[in-house]
């Protein structure tokens, strides 16, 4: 079983051999289900030529519709969903991950369906809405229960297993991945190479995570999987998935990087330069070049990491992501600071913090693109079932819906100052955690002497105060972690998979991003601290870990402010302060 926890001295999982399919496997694949012209765009997107294989979706669908070939459409509209997700076109890929879904619902077709929500997840994602991605993710795998030895399964889990990652819970992402393998086994060495290759590519991830919160057990962690991916980098390199081998390289650069190993990290990323240059990704291109960048500074290679960051092209020209830029802005502060270029580090790092509250509040505008998008997809749902039947009863039934989905619109899971999410976010969040078995800790964050500072310096300085702590807690902590405003100057952060020794570290790190925070921009006397409690969080009773957190908070106040107090699970005293 994996273990969920990114700090946990637990085994990495690593991908088992690749053999040769068993018999009649030379039927199986994509092409083979889909029949060859759709199967071959699934192929391309998957390999990496998204335009291409998009350009075909789009052809097939129109040729299916004028057919009336429903699980043509049903399947080419997935494919379109998954190209437009991977071009970062989240809104149309959501109507088309949606349109499938809804489409292989009708027809039968739980793996088909299981596949179009693990794709519309990754849209939800990138708009910003875990709590929409999570349901996705879950609604995907309960379909997938049972025996399935379709393509669409397997497609499913890979899908699956990326948007895990992407929310930092590698313990499952590491799960979809050995699901997408086990079924792989039966398929032609081609799938069976893309699960290894996405097991290695995880597994390094995972440690590199590790590696961040603590650098003992991470190098050690490091070291074991990439040297199991050496094979997998090795097989992959045969076949024609060429986006799974530019991820591989990617991660494996970015590993020895972080190890010292300089010649062999810059040798994978080049080659995963290579590949991303080849395939025409831009984005992926200059995500490449950063890692390059900040591999030859780690090593003192200052000259060569600026050559690296000069050579990202697209910040001026407004294509690039915030994203992009926002990486691009931290890598550059920190070679300014490497070189001894002191106000030039300043004004990068200001850009950097200036990005990354944009982006926190781009994610909070997203809710309603979200939503939306969400009502077109019901609305159109409800109009096909009035055109198909007219009676009393169903006309009744489609008013409900209507009713919910108007309702679901006038839903607030977002605080209107901050931008993060508020007590009803958090009690979602928490309930989907309790789902499942992955392990949490809650983190409660009250503002130092705040009515002071509202009394102080008035009432905007306490909301730009509220602002920035919120744009703070946001960039510091992983995509997966909730973060929220629970309450006037208090805020909340959630901790997936972390234990109590890794949850105080991220504590300390959040209480030391906040008391070293400029603030003196607001107000040349103002200074800000947070105290912070912290608690392990109880499946069985969601409730008691923020009454613990809220009592370890009232141990750091009562011992000085500005420090971290952790409650143990078990009966006891509070653990001594962090600072």
């Known amino acids: 079983m994996v273990t969920h926890g990114a700090g946990e001295m637990t085994r990495i999982p690593l991908p088992g051999p690749i053999r040769a399919p068993g018999p009649g496997a030379d039927g199986c694949g994509m092409r083979a289900s889909w029949g060859d012209a759709l199967g ?22 129109a ?5 009336g070939d429903s699980q043509t459409v049903a399947r080419s509209h997935a494919v379109m969903g998954l190209a437009l997700s991977l071009l970062q076109r989240p809104q149309e890929s959501l109507l088309c991950a949606h349109n499938s879904a809804h489409l292989f619902e009708q027809l039968g077709n739980p793996q088909g369906q299981a596949f179009s929500q693990s794709v519309a997840a990754s849209s939800y994602l990138e708009l910003g809405d ?16 049972g025996d399935h030895d379709e393509p669409e399964a397997f497609a499913a889990w890979i899908q699956a297993s990326r948007v895990y990652a992407r929310l930092s819970q590698y313990g499952h992402a590491l799960d979809a991945a050995a699901q997408a393998a086990a079924l792989g086994a039966d398929m032609p060495v081609r799938y069976q190479v893309e699960a290894a290759a996405q097991q ?23 070291s074991e999987a990439i040297a199991a991916a050496a094979d997998v980098a090795a097989e992959i390199a045969k076949t024609d998935s060429h986006r799974c081998h530019y991820e591989l390289l990617l991660q494996q650069g970015t590993g020895l990087a972080l190890l010292g190993l300089h010649e062999p990290a810059q040798d994978a990323l080049r080659q995963s330069l290579e590949l991303a240059s080849t395939l025409g990704l831009a984005s ?7 890692r390059l960048a ?26 690039a992501s915030m994203a992009l830029q926002i990486e691009y802005f931290q890598e550059y502060s920190g070679w300014c600071e490497a070189t001894g270029r002191h106000e030039q580090a300043l004004e990068a790092y200001k850009s950097f913090h200036e990005l990354s509250m944009a982006q926190l509040k781009a994610r909070a505008d997203a809710q309603n693109q979200v939503m939306s998008v969400r009502m077109g997809t019901n609305n159109a749902r409800l109009q096909n079932q009035f055109l198909k039947v007219r009676n009393r009863d169903l006309e009744r039934s489609v008013k409900t819906l209507t009713d919910q989905t108007e309702a679901l619109n006038e839903q607030a899971f977002r605080d209107p100052l901050t931008g993060l999410g508020n007590r009803r976010f958090y009690a979602d969040q928490i309930a989907l955690l309790t789902q499942g078995d992955t392990g949490y800790m809650v983190g409660i964050l009250d503002l130092d002497h705040f009515k002071a500072v509202n009394d102080t310096y008035g009432h905007a300085t306490g909301d730009a105060v509220l602002v920035q702590v919120a744009q703070i807690l946001g960039a510091s902590c992983r995509p997966g972690d909730p973060v929220c405003r629970y309450g ?51 499946p069985a009773d969601p409730e008691a870990a923020i009454e613990r957190a809220d009592q370890a908070l009232y141990e750091a106040k009562r011992g000085g402010r500005n420090r971290v107090r952790v409650q143990h699970a078990h009966p006891g005293p509070v653990a001594a302060a962090v600072h």
């Open 40 to 61: 071959t765009a699934y192929e391309l997107v998957y390999q990496g030529w998204i335009e291409k294989g998009l350009d075909q979706a789009r052809t097939h669908l």
């Open 63 to 67: 040729t299916a519709e004028r057919a």
């Open 130 to 145: 875990t709590v929409e991605a999570k349901r996705e993710l879950a609604h995907a795998e309960q379909l997938l229960t």
């Open 200 to 222: 290695a590519t995880l597994s390094i991830e995972r440690a590199v995570e590790c590696y961040h919160l603590d650098v003992t057990l991470g190098t050690a962690q490091l």
């Open 284 to 290: 992926e291109r200059d995500a490449v070049r950063l």
């Open 294 to 319: 900040a591999a030859a500074r780690l090593c003192g290679r200052y000259e060569e990491a600026k050559a690296h960051l000069d050579a990202v092209g697209r910040l001026g020209d407004g294509s």
């Open 488 to 538: 006037g100057e208090e805020f909340v952060v959630v901790l997936v998979g972390a234990d109590e020794p890794i949850g105080a570290m991220v504590a300390e790190r959040l209480r030391r991003a906040v008391a070293g925070h400029d603030w003196q921009a607001l107000h040349p006397d103002l200074a800000v601290t947070v105290s912070i409690g912290l608690a392990a969080g109880d």
